[in-house]
C-alpha cells in the first residue's frame, strides 16, 4: 500500500520559474491538503480540498494553485518561484470520518528557488 | 479552531518517561486531540487521539483532564529513535475540513 506519493522529492528553481508539485493517494480519501514547512518551524498550510472539485484556502495560499480533478490526485503549483517559496512542502490526506481520524502525509519536496 | 501551546523542547535520558502537556483553554466540545510525530527529513506520522480521560496504545499515552483545557503525552522508556518533533494538534476536522493546525511542537532530545 502506497499511501501518500509526493514526486519529486527535490527540485531546484530559478526565481520566476513555474512548477507542479505532484501529490498522489491510494486510499480513496476525500481529504487532502498541501502544508509547507520552514527550517525549525511547524507546518503551515496552504490549500486544502475536501473532494474532488473542491478546493479551498489555508494560512499561506498566496503564489500557489490547486485544482482537485480525482479523489486520488491532488497537485500543487508555484506560479512565478520566488526566493520565499523555498520550503519543505508536504501534502496529507484522511478519510471524512470528523475528527476521529488520523492523517496520512508524504514524504514531502524540498524545493529551493534560487 | 482551538490554539495550542506546548514547550519548546525537552531533553531525556534512555529508558525514562518523557511527559509533554499541551495547554487548550479554548477547546470546543466536539474537538478531539491528537498528537504527531516528525522525524527530521520526514512527514508527521499520527502517534495517539483522544476526547477525554485516558487512551492508550502501543507507542504512547494521553491524558486528558475533565475541563480537556490540556492533555499530556506520555512515552514510556524512550530510545534514542523517540528524539523528533511532536505536535498537539487540537479540532474538530470534518466541521473545519482539514484544516489540521499545527503550531511550532516541542523537540525532544532523548541522551544516551
Known amino acids: 500500500n502506497a499511501g501518500v506519493t509526493q514526486t519529486p522529492k527535490f527540485q531546484v528553481l530559478k526565481t520566476g520559474q513555474s512548477m507542479t508539485l505532484q501529490c498522489a493517494q491510494d486510499m480513496n480519501h476525500e481529504y487532502m491538503s498541501w502544508y509547507r514547512q520552514d527550517p525549525g518551524m511547524g507546518l503551515r498550510l496552504i490549500h486544502y480540498s475536501v473532494g474532488a472539485g473542491i478546493t479551498d484556502q489555508g494560512e499561506v495560499p498566496n503564489g500557489y494553485n490547486v485544482s482537485r480533478s480525482t479523489t486520488e490526485d491532488f497537485p500543487l503549483r508555484l506560479l512565478s518561484a520566488a526566493p520565499s517559496q523555498t520550503s519543505v512542502y508536504f501534502c496529507a490526506s484522511r478519510p471524512p470520518r470528523g475528527g476521529r481520524t488520523e492523517a496520512f502525509f508524504g514524504q514531502g519536496t524540498r524545493l529551493t528557488v534560487v | 479552531l482551538a490554539k495550542t501551546t506546548q514547550p519548546i523542547s525537552m531533553d531525556s535520558y534512555e529508558g525514562q518517561e518523557v511527559n509533554i502537556t499541551c495547554s487548550h483553554n479554548?477547546?470546543?466540545?466536539?474537538?478531539?486531540i491528537t498528537w504527531y510525530q516528525q522525524f527530521p527529513s520526514q512527514g508527521p506520522r499520527f502517534i495517539i487521539q483522544g476526547y477525554k480521560t485516558k487512551v492508550t496504545n502501543e507507542v504512547a499515552s494521553l491524558f486528558i483532564p475533565a475541563d480537556r483545557k490540556s492533555s499530556t503525552l506520555s512515552l514510556p522508556r524512550v530510545s534514542l529513535s523517540d528524539t523528533a518533533v511532536y505536535y498537539c494538534l487540537v479540532g474538530d476536522g470534518k466541521a473545519a475540513g482539514n484544516k489540521l493546525t499545527f503550531g511550532g511542537g516541542t523537540r525532544v532530545l532523548v541522551k544516551p
Open positions: 479554548n477547546i470546543a466540545t466536539n474537538d478531539y
